[in-house]
């Protein structure tokens, strides 16, 4: 590793927007969108819709709405055009707001039956309106721009870190569907693997110097927990909905999902705490920082100090490239590394334009 220049790339909601994938703002009315086209045209499949019906009691209950009500009548010709508000309803508000009421153990809402429905609804929505996205057209009809990034810009004999808040498989996916014969570690201690004989052979054989270091900071779709072994369980295209399934194989106890909430106190599995060491220990050492669809939000402050205590302390100053729209989010990111960076800053509007130059 002496030598080798570290890349560190972060991805937000905004890096998968060009799959469909649902931002953060829209992801509420985008779930129950969702709802209604799989019971009117059955362009999605849902086969247990309770983690709807339960997030729209917490909804009811948390902004005084009548959406359970609504939601029992998803095909009525004005649906869509009620349920409109809901795009100004936060779903990590709402994750925020639940995490809390377990944390406290307030017992005014069943809280962690809500939690447990909530997290149902947003994998269900993501895993649906996710599927296998491609992008583009002729000859490379077949390759998004997570694939495209690792093909074709990452410099593969470089250190390479990819940091992401997504809880999707895309950038999963394509850490292993690539030209380059490697793989994402995850970093994480996995007990029992499925289905993904290219990490089973890197655990027994060892990891390559060329890998990707891949970290999920919030959790992903094919990650599973045993809460009384305290162990993590990976699978490679396995949905999410039969992780709920699923029991340990020790234990016999009934799996969890990992995901971590971006509120302002973080509550995830020990395992996972090694997963944010590893990140700010190449956060201290980045030579070049990449920052996709990620906006920093305020309400995710303990990952903020993630960055701002690494970033603090590299000696590197890092180049930084921004890829977003949003020229306010720009110059937001720009004054939160201050001059622990180096002022010239790289910015592109979207993730298929920073791709452009590079393709062969």
């Not at 669809?293 to 302390?313: N, Q, V």
């Not at 020229?327 to 334009?353: D, M, R, S």
Request: net charge positive; with cysteine; glycine share 4%.
């Amino acid at each position: 590793m002496e030598g080798r220049k570290v890349n560190v790339y972060v991805f937000g909601a905004g890096a998968s927007v060009h799959l469909e994938a649902p931002v953060t703002k829209d992801f509420v009315y985008k779930g129950f969108s969702l709802f209604r086209d799989a019971k009117k045209h059955g362009i999605y499949e849902i086969k247990d819709d309770r983690p709807f019906r339960l997030t729209a009691q917490l909804i009811d209950r948390l902004y005084g709405t009548n959406l359970e009500k609504l939601i029992n009548d998803p095909l009525s010709d004005n649906y869509l055009t009620s349920i409109n508000y809901l795009r100004s309803i936060n779903i990590e508000e709402l994750l925020s707001f639940v995490d809390f009421g377990c944390r406290r153990r307030e017992k005014w809402l069943p809280f962690k039956e809500f939690q447990r429905a909530l997290y149902e609804f947003i994998f269900t929505t993501l895993e649906q309106s996710t599927i296998w996205k491609r992008a583009g057209s002729g000859a490379d009809r077949r390759r998004n721009c997570y694939d495209k990034l690792i093909d074709y810009v990452m410099p593969i004999d470089e250190v390479n870190c990819m940091i992401s808040f997504n809880y999707d498989l895309f950038l999963d996916k394509a850490a292993v569907i690539h030209n380059h014969h490697i793989v994402g570690n995850y970093h994480l201690p996995f007990k029992h693997i499925e289905n993904f004989p290219d990490y089973e052979d890197r655990v027994r054989q060892g990891w390559k110097e060329k890998d990707i270091h891949l970290l999920k900071l919030h959790g992903s779709l094919n990650w599973g927990y045993c809460p009384h072994c305290k162990e993590v369980f990976l699978t490679y295209y396995q949905e999410y909905r039969n992780i709920f399934k699923k029991r340990c194989p020790e234990c016999k106890n009934q799996l969890e999902p990992i995901l971590v909430p971006p509120t302002y106190f973080k509550d995830f599995p020990e395992p996972l705490a090694n997963v944010w060491k590893v990140a700010e220990d190449y956060l201290k050492r980045a030579d070049r920082l990449i920052i996709i669809g990620y906006s920093f939000p305020d309400i995710d402050i303990e990952a903020k100090w993630l960055f701002k205590r690494a970033i603090c302390k590299n000696t590197n100053k890092p180049s930084l490239t921004i890829v977003n729209p949003d020229k306010n989010i720009k110059e937001k990111i720009v004054n939160f590394f201050g001059n622990f960076i180096n002022q010239n800053v790289t910015w592109c509007k979207k993730f298929q334009k920073y791709i452009e130059p590079y393709k062969p």
